[in-house]
């Protein structure tokens, strides 16, 4: 580390014994003498950097490589760390009293097998780059395609992003169901994303898929609205009454801006939820209908959707309202917001009022009839959704931070139990240590002037009001809401505007290798890294950024000692890997 350096960035922190852990080599593992307990996850040894060889990958270079008992050969897309493989297998989800576990054991309880939904599960992380992406209609430039976020085994094949990689495969397997009563499906697995660092975002996280099914008409091809009342007006009109009666099968206690929706059909549940849908169900324009359906069927299937994830989240509020987690006394709210998919259409996501604000939960909306003509069951009808659980187990049980779902201490898996709901206890409250690394980019991966003002005025036209100063700086409290928000919502199969793109990239620097550089540094011990300055000066025609860093550890104190070679190691392989110049 240079004094230059030593000299420059910011440093506060709390902790303040150095002399009680011992380091040995680099990074984040500690000595034998290290404090008692368990820990996150096995913490592997890792040599240190060897600064006399060029730029080693954080990734290893074997051709082959074995995930989840399964080979596969490498190319040069491979960019999986093997921090990122030692999670593989853990099946979370399926780890009895797991928080994880309990979570989808409760959606599932939502949307039962009795009620027609095969509830399945996808343990082998790898799919093809055709099934997470073309199968679903992402266009070629898509910004989720990139190495950027995600991580590719090969060329071909990639670790899921999201659990709809699986849509196409489960809704195939529907079209021998759906005349033996089995409509619909769920299905949890793990998915993958490159993604910042703060504590509700982790590279793993799992998610859970829903899709139901209605046959519409009897015809082996997209049919058009009107064709399809000629050809098969009447069974169509059948089963427009069927879902019509299906519709009235569910509870219903929804308030739509005040009103009740259904009032003279709706059974009165115990608990109240105030769901805000105040925009059509439709929009020629910005969500369509899609050429095969009427607006009569969107409508029902839409009501159908958004009640049945409704009547998931009330239980879910219903259960946090019992264990105390949130107010018993105001009715939980939600509202539906337009949005797009490539995959639906309309589509919509589902948010949450959490601690004074509004948390995305899910997406979801009517599946492409493309997708149903390539699955083989082109005469249905379908809603699908899809959601984080991680998230939803946060509200669940009041978890605080995402890092905590991979702990293997008693201390935290001691407090789930199946059947009982009650508030996560914080057994640590550790002292955070956070340090600032700031940065030159180096003059080839500037943006330059014009850019920089485009990314400006487009940042100022972005929701997320970062304005800039006349320095050209951007606000530090602009910048972290930036970069939090931007991050991989449950929901990220969306495209992001271009405005957030311009936050996280930096023409050949991306934020996300530093999440990643970070990541392999640190292990579980960083707890969120946010951008705090951007800077252009004019004068040098450069840009500075500067980075706040923040070490925690979950289970023990952390030392200043060890964060400062954290940190070093940090900047270290920013030099070397980016060329920028630390300032
Ligand atoms: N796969 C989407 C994501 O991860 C979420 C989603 C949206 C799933 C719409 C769906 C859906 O099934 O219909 O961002």
Redesign the pocket.
């Known amino acids: 580390m240079s004094n230059r350096f030593l000299l420059l960035t910011v440093t506060r922190c709390q902790s303040t014994t150095t002399a009680d852990v011992d380091r040995v080599g680099s990074t984040w593992e500690l000595s034998p003498s290290r404090p008692p307990g368990l820990y996150l996850y096995e913490q592997t040894i890792q040599p240190p950097l060897d600064r006399n060889k060029e730029w080693q990958p954080l990734v290893d270079r074997d051709i082959n490589c074995a995930i989840d008992g399964k080979k596969y050969s490498k190319d040069q897309h491979y960019n999986i760390p093997k921090q990122i493989l030692s999670h593989v297998g853990r099946r979370l989800y399926l780890q009895p009293n797991h928080p994880l576990c309990l979570t989808r054991e409760l959606i599932e309880s939502a949307f039962r097998e009795g009620q027609g939904f095969n509830n399945c599960l996808e343990p082998h992380p790898v799919v093809t780059a055709k099934e997470n992406f073309d199968d679903l209609g992402f266009p070629a430039d898509h910004p989720g395609r990139s190495k950027t976020d995600t991580y590719y085994v090969n060329q071909d094949h990639v670790l899921r992003?999201?659990?709809?990689a699986h849509?196409l495969k489960l809704f195939r397997e529907l079209q021998h169901d759906l005349s033996t009563g089995s409509h619909g499906y769920t299905l949890c697995a793990d998915?993958f994303r490159r993604d910042s660092v703060d504590r509700s975002h982790y590279p793993i996280f799992h998610?859970m898929?829903?899709?139901r099914a209605w046959h519409l008409a009897t015809a082996h091809e997209v049919l058009s609205p009107s064709e399809r009342a000629s050809k098969a007006g009447f069974e169509r009109q059948r089963n427009l009454e069927a879902m019509k009666s299906d519709l009235q099968l569910l509870p219903m206690w929804r308030y739509r801006n005040g009103l009740s929706l259904y009032p003279s059909t709706l059974h009165q549940a115990a608990l109240d939820l105030k769901a805000e849908d105040p925009n059509p169900t439709y929009d020629p324009a910005t969500n369509p209908l899609q050429p095969s359906h009427t607006a009569e069927e969107v409508e029902l299937v839409a009501a159908h959707l958004k009640l049945s994830v409704e009547f998931l989240i009330a239980k879910v509020f219903r259960q946090a309202q019992n264990a105390g987690i949130i107010s018993a006394t105001e009715p939980p709210r939600v509202r539906w917001i337009p949005t797009y998919?490539p995959?639906?259409s309309p589509?919509w996501e589902l948010e949450v009022w959490w601690r004074d604000e509004w948390l995305e939960i899910?997406?979801?909306?009517i599946?492409k009839q493309e997708l149903l003509v390539a699955s083989g069951i082109s005469e249905s009808i379908a809603?699908?959704?899809?959601?984080?659980i991680e998230r939803l187990a946060m509200l669940l049980y009041g978890i605080p931070d995402i890092r905590l779902f991979w702990s293997k201490d008693l201390r935290f898996l001691g407090q789930f139990e199946k059947g009982k709901v009650t508030s996560f206890h914080e057994f640590s409250k550790y002292p955070a240590c956070y340090k600032d690394v700031a940065f030159w980019l180096p003059e080839d991966k500037n943006v330059n002037e014009t850019q920089q003002s485009e990314q400006q005025s487009e940042q100022q036209h972005s929701t997320t009001p970062a304005l800039a100063t006349e320095e050209g700086h951007l606000p530090s409290e602009a910048l972290s809401t930036f970069s939090v928000s931007s991050a991989a919502?449950?929901?990220?199969?969306?495209v992001s505007p271009p405005s957030e793109d311009a936050a996280k990239a930096f023409a050949g620097f991306h934020e996300n290798d530093l999440a990643e550089i970070v990541r392999d540094v640190a292990g579980p011990l960083v707890e969120s890294v946010t951008l705090v300055d951007d800077f252009y000066h004019e004068g040098k025609g450069r840009r500075s950024l500067c980075y706040r860093i923040n070490y925690r550890s979950l289970e023990r104190t952390l030392t200043n000692f060890e964060a400062n070679q954290m940190q070093e190691e940090v900047e270290a392989r920013l030099k070397e890997r980016f060329g920028v110049e630390i300032r």
């Open positions: 992003t999201h659990t709809s849509e998915v998610q898929e829903g899709a998919f995959f639906t589509s899910l997406g979801c909306g599946s809603w699908a959704w899809g959601i984080g919502a449950p929901a990220g199969g969306h």
